[in-house]
């Protein structure tokens, strides 16, 4: 018989979310060479317990990812949700730019690794739901599976934010893109 697992304790919780909290604060400050000791002193906790939590800084890095994946996906495809879906292909480009600018110091650490740590965090299901919507009253002629949209458009995306350029013109090529895969037409 394997032993049950036991959730983790109140304070675990607590130092883990103190841990996370004060890392993004601390890569905002210090940027992508930041040390776990830092972190440790900006939580308020010592080192060990850094370590307890995380392995190392790349593991501390992904789960920071997968928190700002979670805090922000909800709205971004709330908004590919809204209107006509040529008006919120161009409405979800910015918003997700917008929110990758506010995120680029973690963007940035995370680097080649941000394609595939979006994999993880990010459920599909949500937006596959929403393309076949899409698809059924018609707004979208792509002969490709949803499921395969979802890859592509998170390609495209991950591409897009990793381009460090302004908004603006970064939002235009990335709307621009999705319109192509979607088979919508080019912007007026």
Sequence with gaps: MSPVRRPPRSDARAHRSAIVEASQEVLRDVGPDFSMGQVAG?????????????????????????????????????VLGRGTLEDSVDAFARSVLERAAQERALVRAAGPRLEALTRLAVIDEPMVALLARRRTRGEHRSALPERYLVSCVRALVVSAVLDERPVDPAATELATALRLLLGLPPHG
């Design 42 to 78: 900006a939580a308020g906790v010592s080192r060990t317990t850094v370590y307890r939590h995380f392995a190392d800084r790349e593991a501390l890095l992904d789960a920071l990812v997968v928190v700002m994946a979670q805090r922000h996906l909800p709205e971004v495809v709330a």
